[in-house]
Nanobody, 121 residues
Framework: QVQLVESGGGLVQAGGSLRLSCAAS????????MGWFRQAPGKEREFVAI???????RYAESVKGRYTISRDDAMRTVFLQMNSLKPEDTAVYYC???????????????WGQGTQVTVSS
């Protein structure tokens, strides 16, 4: 079992930055692929970024070059640094864990409760 708790969301102006954190329980954190997803009002949940073993990462095209995912396995924490934020980045951001490297939501077994990110224009 893995429990995930996100933090770091908030209100920011367009062009600003935020850093999200996701703290995980469990002693096998390093074995999991950690992902960030987001869900805007009235829209489906979508992939944002993932971090696998050995530092492998993948990003959605919409955030590439602006977001950076990183992880600290010793701290059992994954981060999402978000720069140059846009109003369309407004969403609830979720942290998730999977044994499979990929962006498919269905492959993620464990989810956090989400943290709200609001970008004002």
């Amino acid at each position: 079992q893995v429990q995930l708790v996100e933090s770091g969301g908030g209100l920011v102006q367009a062009g600003g930055s935020l850093r999200l954190s996701c703290a995980a329980s469990g002693r096998t954190f390093s074995q999991y692929v950690m992902g960030w997803f987001r869900q805007a009002p009235g829209k489906e949940r979508e992939f944002v970024a993932i971090s696998g073993n050995g530092g492998v990462t993948r990003y959605a095209e919409s955030v590439k070059g602006r977001y950076t995912i990183s992880r600290d396995d010793a701290m059992r924490t994954v981060f999402l640094q978000m720069n140059s934020l846009k109003p369309e980045d407004t969403a609830v951001y979720y942290c998730a864990a999977s044994r499979i490297f990929g962006s498919a939501i269905s492959s993620y077994n464990y989810w956090g409760q989400g943290t709200q990110v609001t970008v004002s224009s």
